[in-house]
């Protein structure tokens, strides 16, 4: 197939109309293998989602099913079905079913939703920083929006009155901790980019990742020492990351920035694709860099800012899971976006099933848990880049 090119030179500068473009033409041979490499990833793509999914669902029935008290499959499908207005043609325990609905159903389900929004977000940040390193947690994303919802927490009691912090705490909390990641990722992005380079440095986006880590701390740290014993209370268990909060009330407000937050993400995966040719490429095909940019960033910081908020700090769920399917998929962000959401909801599902069975009946935290998995392959991550496996 031979195609022409005789708009544009070799750079992709525009010529003059009296200016006769060479005209460019490649061949593909008949036997190429390229066809069969994307029929080889779309089918990957397709084996690997149902996979994701199945096991999903097994997780998200164990996840509700095993812990302090065991409770049957059935019941945990008796309870669903039920609830949803369906005739359940088996009979559970009724007290069971309260156990189920008011505390492991919501707590599962809010724990799904908060896997695949960060690992979302990773996937989405590796795609725009065009690194693999790239991760709300290593790059300080994270640590913003928790500076910002800690100095809510501590804040927030002397600014409002008992009775309005009770009202419009839960609601503003997100808000504090999307500004805090907003700024990160910007500050990030602006600090990390070189002049007469599109393409971030890696180095730069680590160390100022480090440096807005430790500003953080410092920041949590001063607001820790001025914090009452309440207060004091909430950091601690929120500093550890835990899904211990989630109830339906806490799930209807997190869904939906959480929620657009993906939605934002999956559409950015097609000029995700493009921007990996690079900046100036993706924009001669049509995509406008500096609104993938803020599509991006606003998605990552809505989506890891509540997820900050309600949850704490879970770390290298971005990190890994990313990491995993492009593996096994390659790099079209089409197929790594939604399985990274899919693998992601998987992992802190059964991550936190395990931090509450493991000690039981006292509960790991899950932050810690996560951090324990993911920094020794956070290591061998650098060290391959170290050695050139990413290039």
Do not use: K
């Not at 500068?13 to 390229?34: C, H, K, N, Q, W």
Request: proline content about 5%; cysteine-free.
């Amino acid at each position: 197939m031979t195609v022409p090119t005789a708009t544009f030179d070799r750079v992709g500068t525009m010529l003059p109309r009296d200016v006769a473009a060479p005209v460019l033409t490649f061949e593909i041979p008949a036997g190429s293998a390229a066809p069969a490499l994307a029929l080889a990833r779309a089918r990957r793509r397709r084996v690997a989602l149902m996979v994701v999914l199945l096991t999903l669902g097994a997780a998200l029935i164990a996840a509700a099913s095993f812990g302090a008290v065991e409770v049957p499959a059935l019941s945990v499908l008796g309870v669903v079905l039920e609830r949803t207005g369906m005739t359940v043609p088996w009979e559970f325990d009724g007290e069971s079913a309260g156990l189920l609905w008011a505390i492991r159903i919501p707590r599962v389900l809010f724990g799904a939703l908060v896997g695949a929004t960060l690992a979302a977000a990773g996937g989405a940040l590796q795609g725009l920083f065009r690194n693999p390193l790239a991760d709300p947690s290593v790059i300080g994303v994270s640590s913003g929006a928790a500076l910002a919802t800690a100095s809510f927490i501590v804040m927030g009691g002397w600014l409002l009155d008992g009775a309005v912090a009770a009202v419009w705490v839960p609601w503003l909390m997100p808000v504090a901790a999307f500004g805090g990641a907003s700024v990160t990722a910007v500050l990030v992005l602006t600090v990390s980019r070189q002049r007469g380079r599109s393409n971030p440095s890696v180095a730069t986006m680590l160390l100022a990742g480090i440096a807005i880590n430790a500003l953080a701390g410092a920041g949590t740290g001063l607001l820790t020492s001025v914090a009452n014993d309440s207060q004091l209370r909430a950091l601690a268990f929120w500093s550890l990351g835990s899904l211990g909060g989630a109830t339906w009330s806490v799930l209807s407000i997190a869904a939906i920035p959480m929620l657009l937050s993906l939605a934002l993400l999956l559409r950015a995966a097609r000029p995700l694709d493009l921007l990996l040719l690079g900046e100036r490429e993706a924009t001669h095909l049509g995509v406008s860099t500096d609104r993938l940019r803020l599509q991006v960033i606003v998605g990552v910081a809505l989506g890891v800012g509540t997820a900050v908020a309600f949850a704490g700090m879970i770390g290298f769920v971005g990190l890994i899971v990313p990491h995993l399917v492009r593996m096994v998929v390659g790099p079209s962000h089409r197929g790594v976006l939604p399985l990274s959401a899919l693998l992601g909801a998987t992992l802190l599902v059964l991550t936190d099933l395990g931090a509450r069975t493991l000690t039981s009946p006292a509960e790991l935290p899950i932050g810690a848990v996560t951090a324990a998995l993911g920094a020794p392959v956070f290591l061998w991550m650098v060290v391959r880049h170290r050695n050139g496996a990413f290039a």
